[in-house]
């Protein structure tokens, strides 16, 4: 009883006279201005500052603007304090994060109750934190509260205990030593791979020797967190060149480690090396099997967060890839209907309408698209811009295959004279030999007249290097949404319902 004694003088002598924080769930007539501007910002996330002072005070007037950016400040300052609140237990967080949020909690209480003095239950809260951090393997926190213990037992005189302390210390300094290097190591490699192609290049040259470091490290330490990035790191050295094959190989066999209690259940997350497997079986053109996991792959996420729709994406391509465009327009619907399909960024908004488009133009059913808005889908798409790179091909094929089923001569002419202005461009390396065959063989239309007979004969050695070409790495792929083979039979097939008469 001594301690909660204590405890209580602690929170009653120093708590603050005025909370600074939100009466949320109150009733309205009792709010204040900061709960009112919250429940604005709940009602639209996008209002204005201006919206804001005519809605609290009326008019927009210079004073009241100034009161609102008062108002805001306060507001952000009582929304930081409710941090300490917040609740990580549910599912849809990685699997790790209550885990250690659980371990920061304690150490601030630790930290508080040694500057108020209360050394009663301190030493109790401390041998906690590293009870959990040993656990869950989160090194940096079991130091922090051992570093803590020493100091309480040089200063209660418990020698024996402070022995005990300082060597476990040592053996654990020793491994976060070894996770600081590791954490170098990988994010100097995800800088480069975020940056230009050249640095991705220049990425794959020097990771061989980043991955046999971790490798040593990881032997020495055993360390999940080292474990972690080494397994990132070579996905990553897999994905750039395009070894999908191999990512198969290295997330089939985290995944059993897994099973066999290899790995730590508090912080290996299962829909990391689920998300880059069904991303792998997709580019590797294991179709089949990627389509067999897909759907228990997918019940692993849960429908409100953003990876649940990049799954779905890799799901829909999948089934895209294999021809089963019934089950892609099922894939589209899910998408569709989802609640949380508001929260996608623009980009993930224009993918899903890319590839709504091309499932339109194989299959105007599953697509739920009236021919006018996928005509003005396709026409408003810009013919290559920096924030669609990975999908610039795919938008010009389309457009090209539009006019082509339109019968337009003229505008199969410009389309024709923006392939050879972007393969020249951006088509060059060898890595872009796919898209640069591709857009070949769309340009051997216009040379022959239109004509698929000559079509498919003058272009069946395109097609062949096509066919023995695989697809590239993340380096430097464009996007199929289809593949091209498909897209070929597809192309001559248009030639023979509806040849152009130039």
């Known amino acids: 009883m001594h301690e909660l004694n204590n405890l209580a003088k602690i929170v009653t002598k120093r708590r603050l006279t005025t909370l600074p924080l939100l009466g949320v769930g109150r009733a309205k007539g009792s709010r204040n201005r900061e709960e009112e501007l919250l429940d604005l910002l ?6 204005t500052s201006l919206q804001v002072a005519k809605t609290l005070y009326g008019s927009a007037s210079a ?47 630790a930290h508080v109750l040694w500057w108020e003095s209360e050394r009663t239950i301190i030493a109790q809260i401390l041998r906690k934190v590293l009870r959990l951090a040993l656990d869950g393997e989160f090194t940096q926190h079991a130091v922090s ?65 980043v991955i046999t470091r971790l490798t040593e490290l990881y032997r020495k330490t055993r360390s999940f967190t080292i474990y972690d990035i080494l397994l990132k790191l070579r996905l990553m050295q897999q994905e750039l060149p395009g070894n999908f094959d191999e990512i198969i190989r290295i997330t089939t066999e985290a995944e059993q480690e897994f099973a066999k209690g290899k790995l730590n259940r508090k912080r290996f997350d299962s829909r990391f090396t689920k998300y880059y497997s069904l991303y792998a079986h997709l580019r590797a053109r294991r179709l089949e099997e990627g389509l067999a996991l897909a759907e228990d792959y997918l019940k692993a996420f849960s429908r ?21 465009y019934d089950q892609a327009g099922k894939l589209l619907k899910r998408m569709q209907q989802n609640p949380f399909v508001t929260k996608l960024t623009r980009p993930a908004v224009q993918r899903w309408e890319l590839m709504r488009a091309y499932l339109y133009f194989i299959r105007p059913e599953e697509a739920g698209l009236r021919p ?105 792929s464009d996007i199929e949404i289809i593949p091209y083979e498909n897209l070929w039979v597809i192309t001559l097939g248009l030639l023979r319902q509806g040849a152009i008469h130039t």
Request: proline share 3%.
């Open 42 to 47: 709940a009602t639209d996330a996008n209002v």
């Open 304 to 324: 409100s967060t953003n990876n649940w729709f990049s799954m779905l994406e890799n799901y829909f391509l999948l089934a895209m890839h294999s021809g089963e």
């Open 63 to 109: 004073k009241n603007q100034a009161a609102v950016r008062k108002i805001k400040q306060r507001l952000q300052e009582k929304l930081l304090n409710h941090l300490y609140f917040l609740d990580y237990s549910d599912p849809r967080h990685p699997v790790f994060l209550r885990h250690e949020q659980q371990c920061v909690d304690l150490l601030h209480q």
């Open 145 to 209: 509260s051992l570093e803590l213990l020493r100091r309480l037992y040089v200063e209660t005189n418990n020698y024996s205990q402070y022995r005990q302390t300082v060597r476990q210390l040592e053996r654990l300094q020793e491994v976060l030593m070894a996770e600081r290097e590791a954490m170098r190591l990988y994010w100097g490699a995800k800088m480069d791979l975020m940056r230009t192609v050249h640095a991705r290049r220049r990425l794959l040259q020097y990771l061989p020797d």
């Open 372 to 476: 006018v808005h996928f005509a003005q889908l396709v026409q408003s798409i810009p013919d290559h811009s920096r924030d669609k790179r990975g999908y610039n091909v795919a938008i010009l094929i389309l457009q090209f295959l539009y006019y082509l089923r339109q019968n337009n001569a003229e505008a199969l002419l410009l389309r024709l004279e923006s392939l050879r202005k972007y393969e020249t461009a951006h088509l060059r390396d060898a890595s872009t030999l796919r898209s640069r065959l591709f857009f070949r063989l769309l340009q051997l239309t216009v040379k022959v007249d239109y004509n698929p007979v000559l079509c498919e004969e003058k272009g069946q050695a395109l097609v062949d290097r096509l066919r023995e070409t695989p697809p590239p790495g993340e380096a430097f």
